[in-house]
T-cell receptor, first 109, second 114 residues
Framework: DQQVKQNSPSLSVQEGRISILNCDYTNSMFDYFLWYKKYPAEGPTFLIS?????DKNEDGRFTVFLNKSAKHLSLHIVPSQPGDSAVYFC????????FGKGTSLLVTP | GAGVSQSPRYKVAKRGQDVALRCDPISGHVSLFWYQQALGQGPEFLTYFQNEAQLDKSGLPSDRFFAERPEGSVSTLKIQRTQQEDSAVYLC????????????FGPGTRLTVT
């Protein structure tokens, strides 16, 4: 039973525009959420995280928003760059990470 | 500083063979996790160590899977009598301690069972 869902398998965005990646979860006990970025043939790389006591966390071009009542979080990348093209995984932490299936982002010049 | 390393990076095994996958976590990291990632899926939890103690093995899919971390650093995931459904990328991750949520992943071992 998938507790973390990323319903968009892929997303294409023009360079300079905003990329918005979405994630939904079902377990209200999750208290920490993370986004990982993955290039082919590499392991996931930690990108940004948010605690359930916050609704927003920013780090440079990356911002994560959390809506606990809707059990929804999103990752905003602005401005998007071609080097951002990768698969992005949303994960929720009990203590082990529960991952979504990922969204493949393509940023075109 | 070295990150998490895994070996081999690629492994082809014939059905029924035993395989051993190695993980070297970041030095000093107490917690170590193994995940399995099937094609087109996100990583799925297999097992968790805190130092040398295996505290959770609830994600191991069958008794053919066995993991150890005898000295609290390097870990080995062993799969006996491999089956085709074992084909996947096996990822190892470490974190400073259990209370730290951020986990740092190795590059993975891609296992193909023919």
């Amino acid at each position: 039973d998938q507790q973390v869902k990323q319903n968009s398998p892929s997303l294409s965005v023009q360079e300079g525009r905003i990329s918005i990646l979405n994630c939904d979860y079902t377990n209200s006990m999750f208290d920490y959420f993370l986004w990982y970025k993955k290039y082919p043939a590499e392991g996931p790389t930690f990108l940004i995280s948010i605690s359930s006591i916050k609704d927003k966390n920013e780090d440079g071009r990356f911002t994560v928003f959390l809506n606990k009542s809707a059990k929804h979080l999103s990752l905003h990348i602005v401005p998007s760059q071609p080097g951002d093209s990768a698969v992005y995984f949303c994960a929720a932490s009990g203590y082990a990470l529960n991952f979504g299936k990922g969204t493949s982002l393509l940023v075109t010049p | 500083g070295a990150g998490v390393s895994q070996s081999p990076r690629y492994k082809v095994a014939k059905r029924g063979q035993d395989v051993a996958l190695r993980c070297d976590p970041i030095s000093g990291h107490v917690s170590l996790f193994w995940y399995q990632q099937a094609l087109g899926q996100g990583p799925e939890f297999l097992t968790y160590f805190q130092n040398e103690a295996q505290l959770d093995k609830s994600g191991l899919p069958s008794d053919r899977f066995f993991a150890e971390r005898p000295e609290g650093s390097v870990s080995t995931l062993k799969i006996q009598r491999t089956q085709q459904e074992d084909s996947a990328v096996y990822l190892c991750a470490s974190s400073v301690y259990r209370g730290t949520y951020e986990q740092y992943f190795g590059p993975g071992t891609r296992l193909t069972v023919t």
